[in-house]
């Protein structure tokens, strides 16, 4: 079978749920054995997020490969269970450097570089290579940002000519678009929807399904009326009103036929049966009443939850496997700096110092983890998290405030968090960390190796900023234990402490494996100790 092509435009208004909805479609159609990718295609001009404020951008998330890419990856991994790729996120920003390195290296002596066709081509060229890297059957390709932004009509251009180049019977064209509610009439709308169908036709592309969100139930009629102004198939539109569980999504697309109408626009049969069973339990477990917990989240961006997205997942995976409600009090690193800051964490029954960059609220993550130590309150830290912890730790050890990271104070006399010997000479500042899989080797007999079901083990990266070994020995002869080293014994991948129930830091972002069907060991172990703890 050629490639089928799913293409996933948004109109309206962002942030409306396109990526989960991609994500949630992709679960139906692997459920269905076919092997699925999924590209996401961001409009602005970086190379790639990894140096954008998570105010901008909200999370920056890891692959594999090391690739820095949007969020909404989290959603596709996560939804579908799938590892992806670099080649799964292209920016305007990768096409033109690309485009403008070949006119320099001399590729198109003579010709003038233009959006059409060059842009487009090596648009084109991205969106192919998926398929080819991975083997996948069915790419679904989701374009950031709404219909009518003129940064991404390069991409719909793009994609309006692959349709054309592979044929109707390859590609299908998804628009998801939002029903405003009106008050004072009571009403959803549907002038905005069409509206966008509109402005995407003018660029010649029909929308094959149309996935109409909003936040109350649509009617049938409203339905039709869509179906007739936009001239879609009435059982291709597709309600999607706000879940309040976002795993039931796939559960509702699945109830809608959205698969079945895919597959039969691409004229193929399902290789499997889809086993619902599994996603069933999980809204269940999800739904059914559980007794509460509370965990701190103690971060700097933490007004916008997306910089946190994959944590909060990762512990609500885990603390539904567990049983229980977790509930995250989000805290602002700051606050606990300031006087009486730390009453904010009196009552949690857990503690998550997540990963971070720069020196503001440094301080305040150290007394979180100090607070943890010494209140022996289950500790999870990630990253800047494990080194924070690190830092407390020596303090208390060495009998001196004078210790930190590099990081923050270049200076300090005893930096046991140290710029890694590799990263001494890089300037630059995109995409140049320790990025990606790294293997880390378990000490038996530690939390850490309790936790995982093997001994070796891979965790994604992205750091710059490591343990320093000058300190092992003094350290762990005071009862910090090193539970996970890089094979070749020269990194500190994970710390804990020996006389606490769970004070456990990890150099890695074990957050980005999490699944909601396979929560991650760690996070099971951590919400076990919050739960000996709450005692629940
Ligand atoms: N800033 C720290 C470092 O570069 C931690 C990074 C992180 O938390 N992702 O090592």
């Avoid at 998801?176 to 169908?197: F, G, R």
């Amino acid at each position: 079978m050629d490639p089928k092509y799913i293409f996933f435009t948004g109109g309206v208004v962002s942030s409306v749920g396109k990526g989960v909805t991609a994500a949630a479609i992709g679960r139906l159609l692997k459920e269905r054995g076919f092997k699925v990718m999924v590209q996401k295609l961001d409009p602005y001009i970086n190379v790639d997020p990894g140096t954008m404020s998570p105010y901008q951008h909200g999370e920056v998330y890891v692959l594999d490969d090391g690739a820095e890419t949007d969020l909404d990856l989290g959603h596709y991994e996560r939804f579908i269970d799938i590892r992806l790729n670099r080649a799964c996120n292209t920016t305007t920003g990768q096409v033109y450097a690309e485009v403008i390195g070949k006119e320099r290296r001399g590729d198109f002596l003579g010709g003038t570089i233009q959006v059409i066709p060059h842009i487009t081509n090596e648009i084109k060229h991205r969106i192919l290579m998926v398929a080819k890297v991975t083997g996948a059957e069915i790419i679904l390709v989701e374009v950031g940002g709404t219909v009518g932004d003129i940064e991404s009509q390069p991409f719909l251009e793009a994609l309006r000519q692959l349709r054309k180049e592979l044929g109707r019977e390859n590609t299908l064209s998804i628009h998801v678009t939002w029903l405003p509610y009106i008050q004072a009439t009571s009403e959803l709308k549907t002038k905005p929807t069409q509206h966008s169908v509109r402005e995407l036709r003018s660029i010649g592309i029909q929308p094959d399904m149309i996935v109409a969100r909003s936040d109350q139930p649509v009617e049938e009629n409203l339905l039709e009326k869509i179906a007739l102004f936009c001239d879609v198939e009435k059982d291709a539109v597709i309600p999607m009103q706000t879940a309040p569980v976002l795993y039931e999504i796939p559960l509702k697309l699945e109830q809608a036929g959205v698969a079945e109408f895919i597959l039969r626009k691409f004229n193929i049969r399902a290789l499997t049966t889809p086993d619902w069973e599994p996603w069933q339990k999980l809204v269940e477990d999800i739904r059914r009443p559980k007794p509460g917990i509370r965990i701190a989240l103690v971060g700097k961006y933490v007004e916008l939850h997306d910089a946190y997205i994959s944590v909060r997942e990762a512990l609500f995976h885990a603390a539904t496997r567990q049983g229980v409600d977790v509930q995250i009090e989000w805290v602002h690193a700051v606050n606990l700096e300031k006087e009486k800051g730390l009453e904010q964490l009196k009552g949690v029954h857990g503690i998550v110092v997540p990963g971070g960059f720069g020196s503001r609220g440094i301080e305040g993550k150290i007394k979180a983890a100090e607070y943890a130590r010494e209140n022996r309150i289950p500790y999870l830290g990630l990253c800047l998290g494990m080194q924070v912890m690190t830092i407390d730790f020596a303090r208390a050890a060495l009998g001196t405030e004078n210790v930190n990271s590099a990081e923050f104070d270049p200076a300090t006399p005893n930096p046991v968090i140290d710029l890694m010997p590799d990263q001494q000479h890089i300037t630059e500042k995109g995409g140049t960390m320790r990025l990606g899989l790294y293997p880390c080797q378990l000490k038996l007999g530690t939390i850490a190796a309790g936790a995982y079901p093997t001994e070796l083990v891979q965790e994604r990266h992205r750091h710059r900023f490591e343990f320093n070994n000058l300190f092992r020995d003094r350290l762990e002869k005071k009862g910090l234990v090193l539970s996970g080293l890089s094979p070749d014994g020269t990194l500190v991948e994970i710390a804990e402490l020996k006389d606490h129930p769970f004070m456990l830091g990890t150099q890695f972002h074990p957050e980005f494996l999490s699944r909601p069907n396979a929560p991650h060991p760690l996070f099971l172990a951590f919400i076990a100790a919050v739960k000996k703890h709450a005692g629940v």
